[in-house]
């Protein structure tokens, strides 16, 4: 399967997933030149799908729809558990938190995330449930850590320089900064777990952030809260 981003809007980033003759949109609102791609490509754009409901990952959903495209909902994606694209499975991976309905997309070396895992940091947790958005991350966190992390908005300079506030000495930060590449937006898990705080909240530079700041830290849920809180 070959995985193409497509940016949009001030930051948004959305996907297609194909194989040689069938696609898959995920948040496309890059609707001119994901057309375009489809058309020069061959492809026939079989089904649409978001990895949450906020307007600004829907928006291209109408305009990309054809008589022979099917939408797919958060929710029946989660529900099948699996999208199938050309014989081959693109696994759905429930992830409440962001939003009760967030969903992310593996297959197998990528990883379409959506809100809940950027590029050093989480999603805000606008559901509220920040318990639901740990056991999401954690889910996430089961995958192979050589995984390409796909985002849903390109936050990366801002993101980065939030986490260098919490850990100044992490020198892992000044190579995740070099490799950022704005018109091909990634990370792999393995990575994240070296230099996003939310992935590494056993560290004694996240525990003294949170110390500094007189936070509560003493235990993984508090400090997890904790970090949602300087968001």
């Not at 003759?21 to 609707?31: C, F, H, P, V």
């Amino acid at each position: 399967m070959v995985v193409r981003q497509f940016r949009y809007g001030n930051d948004n980033l959305g996907y297609v997933v194909h194989g040689k003759t069938e696609a898959l949109a995920i948040d496309g609102g890059a609707i001119g030149p994901v057309t375009r791609y489809l058309e020069e490509n061959g492809l026939a754009l079989t089904m649409i799908t978001n990895t949450h409901s906020h307007s600004d990952h829907t928006v291209g959903n109408d305009a990309l729809m054809t008589r022979d495209t099917r939408l797919i909902t958060p929710e029946e994606a989660a529900g099948a558990g699996e999208i199938i694209v050309e014989g081959h499975s693109i696994r759905v991976i429930p992830t409440p938190g962001h939003t009760l309905d967030s969903v992310c997309f593996h297959t197998p070396g990528f990883l379409m995330a959506g809100d809940t895992l950027f590029i050093g940091k989480v999603g805000r947790c606008f559901s509220g449930r920040t318990d639901l958005l740990l056991r999401s991350i954690r889910t996430l966190m089961t995958l192979p850590g050589d995984t390409v992390l796909y985002p849903g908005h390109d936050y990366v300079e801002e993101y980065l320089g939030w986490c260098r506030t919490l850990e100044p000495k992490n020198r892992h930060l000044d190579q995740a900064m070099r490799l950022y590449d704005r018109s091909d937006v990634r990370s792999t898990l393995g990575r994240e777990k070296l230099v996003n705080p939310f992935l590494h909240m056993d560290n004694d530079d996240v525990e003294e952030a949170l110390k500094r700041r007189g936070l509560p830290r003493e235990s993984i849920g508090e400090r997890w809260n904790s970090l949602l809180g300087l968001m």
